[in-house]
């Protein structure tokens, strides 16, 4: 069965970090591309990050450049998004999907599996 599992979401203030994990079951993330996408209540559904998982190589939306960093542990199949510098506005429940490559634009219509989802809350 094909699955996708988000974990490390949490509540932290701001200026703190999180790290987010996704871990892929049932098939192997190293041909694929990750998306990370994040969707706060009332707004559209955002793409912050996109890693090449064979490559290593990562794109970045504006929101996220110089905060956000994304990995791969290909022993663990499983992708991560280090995010640093967190703000309120960074609250929202973030979510991975697999797609085949990254395009110039981080869009969830190149993403084909879906994991449910995490929450991230940056508040005081």
């Known amino acids: 069965q094909v699955q996708l599992v988000e974990s490390g979401g949490g509540l932290v203030q701001p200026g703190g970090s999180l790290r987010l994990a996704c871990t892929a079951s049932g098939f192997s993330l190293d041909l694929h591309a990750v998306g990370w996408f994040r969707q706060a209540p009332g707004k559209e559904r955002e793409g912050v990050a996109c890693?090449?998982?064979?490559?290593?190589?990562?794109i970045y939306a504006d929101s996220a450049k110089g905060r956000f960093t994304g990995s791969r542990d290909s022993d663990k199949n499983t992708v991560y998004l280090q995010m640093n510098d967190l703000k309120p506005e960074d609250t929202a429940v973030y979510y991975c999907?697999?797609?085949w490559g990254c395009g110039w634009e981080i869009q969830a219509t190149d993403f084909i599996s879906w994991g449910q989802g995490t929450q991230v809350t940056v508040s005081t």
């Open positions: 999907a697999t797609g």
């Open positions: 890693i090449n998982v064979s490559s290593g190589t990562s």
